[in-house]
């Protein structure tokens, strides 16, 4: 069975740009959260959701949004990116919204120059 | 606020020794408690979760941990550490309380393991 698949892997942005990332959910997972992890720290949660509707959302400035398709898979918004952007931005699908076991996708590498 | 603790950021043990990775963790209730593993360049690989019962939790790839209340403790053990267990090591808390967002995990720093042949 295909686990949480991210896309793309690899992404190079420049200050004030705009990305998309994207994320599949593990087949009959539910929920979708973001989480992003800056080098030499560990993961920070952006966003869960459930059902296409946000269940939580993280410390995160507004130019961060996510959504979710009917088939549950997502998407992270980022706009008018900045330096510390740069990251890597990591998916975890989990069977329903109560579900506290996540399992992660390998993530997506954006640098922001 | 939860937060998780890793007082160790770097840990460099010989292949057939024993670990201990320490996690200390705040929150007001009874967490769910959990440890995962990062290899370069990957994401995160769920190795144990502790959510209530039995305080010694057993995971994948022989590794083990222990939920001690007293100590808001929950450190991660493996009694003969392989080659292929070198990467990082990340304890995270799982809010318990209901009306918030389940899934939100804090994670600690991680803890980079060595292992010398």
């Known amino acids: 069975d295909a686990g949480v698949t991210q896309s793309p892997t690899h992404l190079i942005k420049t200050r004030g740009q705009h990305v998309t990332l994207r994320c599949s959910p593990i087949?009959?997972?539910?929920?979708v959260s973001w989480y992003q992890q800056v080098l030499g720290q560990g993961p920070q949660f952006i966003f869960q959701?459930?059902?296409?509707?946000?269940?939580g959302r993280g410390n995160f400035p507004d130019r961060f949004s996510a959504r979710q398709f009917p088939n549950y898979s997502s998407e992270l918004n980022v706009n008018a990116l900045l330096l510390g952007d740069s990251a890597l931005y990591l998916c975890?699908?989990?069977?329903?919204?109560?579900?506290?076991?996540?399992?992660f996708g390998e993530g997506s590498r954006l640098t922001v120059l | 606020a939860q937060s998780v603790t890793q007082p160790d950021i770097h840990i460099t043990v010989s292949e057939g020794a024993s670990l201990e990775l320490r996690c200390n963790y705040s929150?007001?209730?009874?967490?769910?408690l959990f440890w995962y593993v990062q290899s370069p360049g990957q994401g995160l690989q769920l190795l144990l979760k502790?959510?209530?019962?039995?305080?010694l939790v057993q995971g994948i790839k022989g590794f083990e941990a222990e939920f001690k209340r007293s100590q808001s403790s929950f450190n991660l053990r493996k009694p003969s550490v392989h080659w292929s267990d070198a990467a990082e090591y990340f304890c995270?808390?799982?809010?318990?309380?209901?009306?918030?967002?389940?899934?939100?995990?804090?994670f600690g720093q991680g803890t980079i393991l060595t292992v010398h042949p």
């Open positions: 959701y459930y059902e296409k509707e946000e269940r």
């Open positions: 087949s009959g997972h539910k929920s």
């Open positions: 975890a699908s989990s069977l329903f919204d109560f579900s506290r076991e996540l399992f």
């Open positions: 995270a808390v799982g809010d318990t309380a209901g009306g918030t967002s389940y899934g939100k995990l804090t």
């Open positions: 929150y007001g209730a009874t967490p769910y």
């Open positions: 502790y959510f209530s019962g039995d305080t």
